[in-house]
């Protein structure tokens, strides 16, 4: 069974960094593109960042380039999300997920997904 478990949130103040981890097991996931959404209530999940099966393609979504950086190991079959300067508007529930296509920025072509971390960033 398919399984992706975020680590690494929690409560920062605005300018501070955190780093974020998405462990997948079930299968190895080193042929597949990985992404970062994230939502907050009553809103649409939002794109932050995807990563090419290799890690040698990245996209980030408008609002958080220059401020977070997507990476991933193979070998432990993670990928990560560095995020720097964060802002209270980046206060969201971060989801990892698997998806067929590289650099995909919609949600619909993202196949696996987990439960999220809760970021918080107070100001």
């Known amino acids: 069974q398919v399984q992706l478990v975020e680590s690494g949130g929690g409560l920062v103040q605005a300018g501070d960094s955190l780093r974020l981890s998405c462990a997948a097991s079930?299968?190895?996931?080193?042929?597949?593109?990985m992404g970062w959404f994230r939502q907050t209530p009553g809103k649409e999940r939002e794109f932050v960042a995807a990563i090419s099966w290799s890690g040698g393609n990245t996209n980030y979504g408008d609002s958080v380039k220059g401020r977070f950086t997507i990476s991933r190991d193979n070998a432990k079959n993670t990928v990560y999300l560095q995020m720097n300067s964060l802002k209270p508007e980046d206060t969201a529930v971060y989801h990892c997920?698997?998806?067929?296509?590289?650099?995909?920025?919609?949600?619909?072509?993202?196949?696996?997904w987990g439960q999220g971390t809760q970021v918080t960033v107070s100001s």
């Open positions: 997920a698997v998806s067929r296509l590289s650099m995909a920025t919609m949600r619909q072509n993202y196949d696996y």
């Open positions: 079930g299968r190895t996931f080193s042929r597949d593109a």
